[in-house]
């Protein structure tokens, strides 16, 4: 069975500061692995993806993520936050039959003026 | 457009009652979900139906059941609501093959 682990709870950087939100996953065969955000009182948007071509994906607002496989990790980045980056990002792996994604416990990310 | 969308956006109901929440997609999907999100923010599916069949049930009680009229509408209706079953319920989509889940705004119940 696969699983999602999103280190950091909670997320606090400065305005301009580098972002960067963990995830590590677990899955015996190679994973599709996304990373949501959800802004306060919104549903779910889907950031970016990696569906086994390049390992460096790149995502809306400025935000990335790279593949590890030694490391099993997913991480979300971005150079420079900004204010309305503050919200929930979730970390999902997608399951072999393709129907079923499994969520990390979320993140919050804080962006300080 | 709104691509997925959910109502009632907000549920408050007192225990023991019976309640459905509707959801509809306009994107042509073939696939529907229903997630429930607790109050720690915790996001885990709960049904997923395929062109109308229901392909998964994780391990959801029996008070609750899914009815899916078409494959553009997934509907969820819950007998008995219990204080537990306070949550945001977000349903989303999917066409077969292409992975991506679209969500919809989601429904706040609230049961008192």
């Known amino acids: 069975a696969q699983s999602v682990t999103q280190l950091g709870s909670h997320v606090s950087v400065s305005e301009g500061a580098l972002v960067l939100l963990r995830c590590n996953y677990s899955?015996?065969?190679?994973?599709?692995l996304f990373w949501y955000v959800q802004y306060p009182n919104q549903g779910l948007q889907l950031l970016l993806k990696?569906?086994?071509?390049?390992?460096l994906v790149k995502g809306i607002n400025g935000f990335e993520a790279e593949f590890k496989k030694s490391e099993t990790s997913f991480h979300l980045t971005k150079p420079s936050a900004h204010m309305s980056d503050a919200a929930e990002y979730f970390c999902?792996?997608?399951?072999?039959?393709?129907?079923?994604?499994?969520f990390g416990g979320g993140t919050r990310l804080m962006v300080k003026p | 457009d709104t691509a997925v969308s959910q109502t009632p956006k907000y549920l408050v109901t007192q225990m023991g009652n019976d309640k459905s929440i509707k959801c509809e997609q306009n994107?042509?999907?073939?696939?529907m979900y229903w997630y429930k999100q607790d109050s720690k923010k915790f996001l885990k599916i709960m049904f997923s139906?395929?062109?109308?069949?229901?392909?998964i049930n994780e391990t959801v009680p029996n008070r609750f059941s899914p009815k899916s009229p078409d494959k553009a509408h997934l509907n969820l209706h819950i007998n008995s609501l219990e204080l537990g079953d306070s949550a945001v319920y977000f349903c989303?989509?999917?066409?077969?093959?292409?992975?991506?889940?679209?969500f919809g705004p989601g429904t706040r119940l609230t049961v008192t």
């Open positions: 989303a989509s999917s066409q077969e093959g292409s992975y991506e889940q679209y």
């Open positions: 899955s015996s065969v190679p994973p599709y």
């Open positions: 990696y569906t086994s071509a390049a390992t």
């Open positions: 999902a792996v997608l399951n072999n039959a393709g129907n079923m994604l499994t």
């Open positions: 994107l042509g999907h073939d696939t």
């Open positions: 139906y395929n062109n109308k069949e229901l392909i």
